[in-house]
């Protein structure tokens, strides 16, 4: 049994029966239909060939499906002119990918100064977005790539992802390369970005535990690119609606449950003195 995708009213994002058919016969993608919602962060998870990148990547055309339709704010990407389209909506990949002869700077800049932003648009735009996630831009600015720590580096992408103020961002396990610590430093800081600037994103990420920590919804699938189950963190930890689910979220997944569990006040007092009726309700 698989999964019913999740709809919404008023979806940023729509696939409906996506798919994707290489030459040899290989199925990537079969017959996805999943919506999400604006201002949601759906994490996609499953193992390797899974579909979950090839799924993201025809979001902003980088990868054409072979069936169905994808709806970006109500607009068909398929009659969208890819160059444009992929200017309105924000990528982050695991790799960074900065221009290592540019500035952090200018690398900012890149997509407003591709929209005719004037420099002082520029200027006011780039400075909001380096502050936004914690780099000084009086001294972050004029340093190079190869200048700055991987966190660094990774932090200017989400920047750069987010200059022109796209409604949608994409992002390919970007926090997969950081050492543990910085990681986990990052992953804090984007949840507090996430809660501040609200975008629709799509983060793909072959790690579980990220995917619960960052994720409103989790959308877990296997190989083919079946959608198996897609839902909140806690129902996807309590509630595996497949097999599949149950196996990859694995035996320990009571304990990672604990960690989007949200607990009451009276659930963390200790119990209040009084006197404890023996069994049975009888006298002492």
């Keep these: 049994m698989t999964a019913e995708p999740t ?14 058919r290489y030459p040899d016969g290989t199925v990537a993608v079969a017959g996805l239909s999943l919506d999400v919602p604006a201002g949601e962060l759906l994490c996609l998870v499953g193992p390797s060939g899974c579909g979950k990148t090839t799924t993201m990547k025809m979001i902003n055309r980088l990868v054409e499906p072979t069936s169905g339709q994808i709806l970006v704010a109500g607009e068909d990407v398929a009659r969208t ?24 700077r200018a690398n900012v800049g890149t997509v407003p100064r591709m929209l005719g932003w004037d420099r002082a648009r520029i200027r006011a735009r780039v400075d909001a977005m380096l502050d936004l996630v914690g780099l000084d831009p009086a001294t972050m600015g004029r340093r190079y790539p190869h200048e700055l720590s991987g966190g660094q580096q990774q932090r200017v992408g989400v920047a750069r992802a987010l200059a022109a103020d796209p409604p949608v961002l994409l992002m390919d396990e970007p926090f997969s390369a950081i050492d543990p610590i910085a990681r986990d430093r990052l992953q804090a800081e984007f949840l507090r ?40 963190p806690t129902r996807i930890l ?34 209040r003195p009084g006197r404890v009726e023996p069994a049975g309700g009888g006298q002492p």
């Design 7 to 20: 709809t919404s009213a008023d979806p940023m994002i729509s696939l409906r029966g996506v798919g994707k």
């Design 81 to 104: 002119d890819p160059v444009r389209l992929r200017r309105r909506i924000g990528y982050v990949i695991q790799q960074i990918g900065l221009f290592p002869h540019l500035t952090v």
């Design 193 to 232: 970005l996430q809660r501040e600037i609200r975008k629709t994103v799509v983060f793909v990420t072959h790690d579980l535990d990220e995917a619960i920590r960052l994720g409103d919804r989790i959308a877990v699938f296997r190989q083919g690119g079946h959608l198996e189950q897609v839902d909140p």
């Design 238 to 271: 309590g509630r595996p609606a497949t097999d599949f689910v149950a196996g990859f979220t694995g035996s320990d997944r009571a304990l990672r449950r604990l960690s989007v569990t949200t607990l009451r006040r009276e659930d963390l007092e200790p119990p």
